[in-house]
């Protein structure tokens, strides 16, 4: 029996059938069970920040498994609470500012919603503010919750009806945004950069728009930093990149992906001592939230951006990764920051037609090639590499993707 068999025997079928069975990973470069390398252009969809292997991680794991492995949220480890107060450190939270650790970033988001419908709520009584406002291409999970704040319709039609009193308003418009956060509007939730929608960034002043709307209105900002946190952007979170944030404070971040570099981790950052008071004792929980596995392998992560200078690195090769996309023929709109980028792809000669759906056949044609990258739009291909990649490596791909270009678009002529 083929892996493939066995796949579509023993999985629900919900992510189709894999690209390939991998068998081992080292740094930048994972393998196949046919021996083939590839370079990771995707690290895990923006998980593995530090590679695959890192000694970093391993260390913290396999020495924390020897020491103690987890324990419920009756009690509390070493690791968890340094985690923590490093978070807050590196959020620059003021006194006051809390963390809810989870498993991933759909749990996180869920623990936002949560802490969103408590504002305005009394002492005693059911609820607050119910309405919460999201943004026309936003990607937030894929539980109920998390689902009913993400835009795509593919994602949510099998599941209506969803939470109600989401609003979703149009990306961009800052006079819809307005209009609509009123002071029935417990938060209005938003990613810095949407990575789904192919890593798009908002207009100029609408970060800074949302953050006066909210103020007015005795709304919450809850930045979704599940994808562009952790020094995904040469910052260790998005909302602190001077082009992306706009120097804006936000109320809550959420963080899950890169923060234990491939380790399942979520976390909600609460900011000021005002916001973290809305949510007491039992109104929400988990089981494996701060493990001490988990958090001793984000505090590896983060301990090894800082000693390592990757911040600086993610600057300096996402800048230079841009440039060099930008030079390549067949390539428009090479857009993000840090080492969070996409690239539209369109044939020059068809320009005038507009947009080709050309990115899943480039992503098929460079994995034969011997790169992963991801096709997460039509015609639009991402890129989320492990931190610690080097312009060297990259050169590889950027030497390849002429050709692989010229080859798609021909092939779809």
Partial sequence: MSWQDDYAQTMLPVFGT??????????CTVTDDAGKDYLDLLGGIAVNTLGHGHPAITEAVT????TIDHVSNFFTTDPQLNLASKLLEIAGAPAGSQVFFANSGTEANEAAIKLARRVGAPEAGSSGRSRIIAVDGAFHGRTIGALSLTAKEAYRAPFAPLMPEVTHVPFGDTDALRAAVDDTVAAVIIEPIQGERGVRLHPAGYLTAVREATREAGALMILDE?????????????FQHPEVGEGITPDAITVAKGLAGGIPIGGLITIGEKVSALLGAGQHGTT????????AAALAVLDTIKTDGLLAHVRETGDWLAEQLTAIPGITG????GLLRSFAITDPQQADAGELPVAQALAAAAQGAGFIINPVTGDRIRLAPPLIITPVQLQDFIDALPALIAETVKAQS
């Fill in 288 to 295: 494996f939230g701060g493990n001490p596995v988990s958090a």
């Fill in 334 to 337: 090479a857009r993000g920051a």
């Fill in 226 to 238: 599940v994808q562009t946190g952790i020094g995904r952007t040469g910052h260790w979170f998005a």
């Fill in 63 to 66: 020495g924390q498994l020897s």
């Fill in 18 to 27: 894999p690209k390939a069975k991998l068998v081992a990973a080292r740094g």
